[in-house]
């Protein structure tokens, strides 16, 4: 079955640039997505098709697909970033999620 | 304003049948693919499946011998159901409207999310 794999977590400092990153088999085939889950809250869509933003997502959400691996990429991160993201690909009619990765703000 | 609102026990005995509901207000339920999702304690996101409002489902392969999920058009509401429930199946469970196509390649991806909905299989 398809995997994506992701770090399980990732630190930053206050207005730098967190790079979370998620890769598999021939990503470059699919389009990616990216969540950002935060506790006792429901999952919200931050990227579709690899690089499109969602109306109400901050521009500071980026992403890109490079072919084995897809990134997240949060400029400027801020302390209301700090969340659990994962990444999500189609394959072969089924959806896949990546295990997560905490992104903690320090 | 798109929402979807789950409902449903919160607790189920073990072996028995889980049983969720979820209705989406401000939008068409015959115009997208619907999905549920969940999450157990300390884990990551499962996709459980999708159905599409003609009935066309898709499961995730690890839970298609236990789970059916139904539409129903007129109440503009899609159902979940888990057979043969264990302490696996607790859970965070969630609905979420899906957007798929196809740019030369395939997408899926869900958009709007309902609030969740805590299960718990215990006796």
């Known amino acids: 079955s398809y995997e994506l794999t992701q770090p399980p977590s990732v630190s930053v400092s206050p207005g730098q640039t967190a790079s979370i990153t998620c890769s598999g088999d021939k990503l470059g085939d699919k389009y990616a997505s990216w969540y950002q889950h935060k506790p006792g809250q429901s999952p919200v869509l931050v990227i579709y098709q690899d690089a499109k933003r969602p109306s109400g997502i901050p521009e500071r959400f980026s992403g890109s697909n490079s072919g084995t691996t897809v990134t997240l990429t949060i400029s400027g991160t801020q302390a209301v970033d700090e969340a659990d993201y994962y990444c999500?690909?189609?394959?072969?009619?089924?959806?896949?999620f990546g295990g997560g990765t905490k992104l903690t703000v320090l | 304003q798109v929402q979807l609102q789950e409902s449903g026990p919160g607790l189920v005995k073990p072996s028995e049948t889980l049983s969720l509901t979820c209705t989406v207000s401000g939008d068409s339920i015959t115009s997208d693919y619907w999905s549920w999702i969940r999450q157990p304690p300390g884990k990551g996101l499962e996709w459980i499946g999708y159905i599409y409002y003609s009935g066309s489902t898709n499961y995730n392969p690890s839970l298609k011998s236990r789970v059916a999920i139904s539409v129903d058009t007129p109440k503009n509401q899609f159902s979940l159901k888990v057979n043969s429930v264990t302490g696996a199946d607790t859970a965070v469970y969630y609905c979420?409207?899906?957007?798929?196509?196809?740019?030369?390649?395939?997408?899926?991806?869900?958009?709007?999310w309902g609030k969740g909905t805590t299960v718990t299989v215990s006796s």
């Open positions: 979420a409207r899906s957007v798929r196509g196809n740019y030369g390649r395939h997408y899926y991806y869900m958009d709007v």
């Open positions: 999500q690909a189609w394959d072969i009619s089924t959806v896949i």
